[in-house]
């Protein structure tokens, strides 16, 4: 029985006399799977009468061609799960570095010495870089009361939605409170976790969240130990996902150190305070609208020192945010 070479041709397979060389064997078939022939035709290549075939000859060669197809196609399949897993890997990796790079920049600013106002705005211009969202509220807060002293607001409403928030809400709802999470030495909290997936539990997802187009936020309460000194709320507009476990454990991570610097912010305002103190007392009368009955200079000062007054603030409009605060207490 004389042997046969298998080599590739425009109709298929030809087999001419010579020797069995396996390596073209394997070039061969690749190249006809390569090329797009379906098996079949390859098949009839092989078996057509014309080449002359024995019987044993057809059936080693198909069982070879069929054993060389599946090793070609298991290669391929793993050499592309490999090249994904390093894709992935590279990808990963340059997230860990770019967060790595917003964790070192919001760390350096808190210990700065900035005042609290640019120490919020600067890092949560940074941080949106590693946990995107579309707006935040940024609080500072008094640790010996629990009050609410500042807000930044981003696409969150207007000075309404604020009041409302600080006046009821913030001493109504009870899911995620600030305090609370203090007390607990929780960092951060999801929104959706807390409520089970149904956000509408929290009152200030029907209130205010909600009605504003968002959806998903996350919590974080700035502490330094068990004093807090501030809260930041980010939240997403609808359609976008929740925070993931890497973006919540980013925060965690970062959390505790624009406390300090809150906490340092204060301090230094407290010192200040004390050098300026002029020992006049501020009265501020307001009536059940929040509008102002009656004041004195030493309070209309006191108010601009807390923030920039309205032109209407006499009427109760532009007044800061600590007053709402206080007048929420006090209605409990």
Same mark, same amino acid.
């Not at 409170?177 to 997802?205: H, I, P, Q």
């Given at each position: 029985?004389?042997?046969?070479?298998?080599?590739?041709?425009?109709?298929?397979?030809?087999?001419?006399?010579?020797?069995?060389?396996l390596q073209a064997l394997t070039l061969s078939t690749s190249f006809c799977?390569?090329? *797009?022939?379906?098996?079949?035709?390859?098949?009839?290549?092989?078996?057509?009468?014309? $080449?002359?075939?024995?019987?044993?000859?057809?059936?080693? @060669?198909?069982?070879?061609?069929?054993?060389? &197809?599946?090793?070609?196609?298991?290669?391929?399949?793993?050499?592309?799960?490999?090249?994904?897993?390093?894709?992935?890997?590279?990808?990963?990796?340059?997230?860990?570095?770019? &967060?790595?790079?917003?964790?070192?920049?919001?760390?350096? @600013?808190? $210990?700065?010495?900035?005042?609290?106002?640019?120490?919020?705005?600067?890092?949560?211009?940074?941080?949106?870089?590693?946990?995107? /969202?579309?707006? $935040?509220?940024?609080?500072?807060?008094?640790?010996?009361?629990?009050?609410?002293?500042?807000?930044?607001?981003?696409?969150?409403?207007?000075?309404?939605?604020?009041?409302?928030?600080?006046?009821?809400?913030?001493?109504?709802?009870?899911?995620?409170?600030?305090?609370?999470?203090?007390?607990?030495?929780?960092? %951060?909290?999801?929104?959706?976790?807390?409520?089970? *997936?149904?956000?509408?539990?929290?009152?200030? =997802?029907?209130?205010?969240?909600?009605?504003?187009?968002?959806? =998903?936020?996350?919590?974080?309460?700035?502490?330094?130990?068990?004093? @807090?000194?501030?809260?930041?709320?980010?939240?997403?507009?609808?359609?976008?996902?929740?925070?993931?476990?890497?973006?919540?454990? /980013?925060?965690?991570? %970062?959390?505790?150190?624009?406390?300090?610097?809150?906490?340092?912010?204060?301090?230094?305002?407290?010192?200040?305070?004390?050098?300026? &103190?002029?020992?006049?007392?501020? %009265?501020?009368?307001?009536?059940?609208?929040?509008?102002?009955?009656?004041? &004195?200079?030493?309070?209309?000062?006191?108010?601009?020192?807390?923030?920039?007054?309205?032109?209407?603030?006499?009427?109760?409009?532009?007044?800061?945010?600590?007053?709402?605060?206080?007048? *929420?207490?006090?209605?409990?």
């Amino acid at each position: 029985m004389a042997p046969f070479s298998l080599l590739p041709s425009s109709t298929g397979l030809q087999l001419r006399p010579g020797l069995v060389d396996l390596q073209a064997l394997t070039l061969s078939t690749s190249f006809c799977f390569k090329a *797009g022939w379906p098996p079949r035709l390859i098949a009839n290549s092989l078996m057509h009468r014309r $080449y002359g075939v024995p019987g044993g000859w057809r059936t080693s @060669l198909l069982w070879g061609i069929s054993c060389v &197809n599946r090793g070609i196609m298991r290669a391929r399949l793993w050499a592309g799960s490999r090249i994904a897993h390093i894709r992935g890997d590279r990808a990963m990796n340059t997230l860990d570095l770019a &967060n790595d790079r917003v964790f070192s920049e919001v760390k350096r @600013l808190c $210990y700065t010495g900035l005042d609290a106002a640019t120490l919020r705005q600067r890092v949560l211009e940074r941080l949106r870089r590693a946990v995107p /969202f579309e707006g $935040y509220v940024a609080f500072t807060m008094d640790p010996s009361s629990g009050l609410i002293t500042d807000a930044i607001v981003e696409a969150m409403g207007d000075e309404r939605g604020l009041r409302l928030f600080l006046e009821h809400v913030c001493f109504e709802d009870d899911v995620l409170e600030f305090n609370w999470m203090a007390r607990n030495r929780l960092s %951060v909290g999801l929104l959706s976790e807390a409520t089970g *997936g149904k956000l509408d539990r929290a009152l200030r =997802y029907r209130e205010l969240l909600g009605p504003a187009g968002f959806g =998903y936020e996350s919590r974080s309460a700035l502490t330094t130990g068990a004093e @807090l000194w501030g809260g930041l709320c980010l939240t997403r507009e609808k359609g976008r996902p929740d925070f993931t476990a890497r973006e919540v454990a /980013f925060l965690r991570r %970062v959390s505790p150190h624009i406390g300090a610097g809150l906490r340092a912010a204060s301090l230094q305002l407290e010192l200040q305070d004390d050098r300026d &103190n002029d020992d006049a007392a501020g %009265v501020l009368v307001l009536d059940h609208r929040g509008t102002v009955v009656q004041h &004195n200079a030493a309070a209309e000062r006191q108010l601009r020192d807390l923030g920039d007054l309205g032109a209407q603030w006499r009427e109760g409009e532009g007044l800061p945010p600590p007053v709402w605060a206080v007048m *929420g207490a006090l209605s409990l």
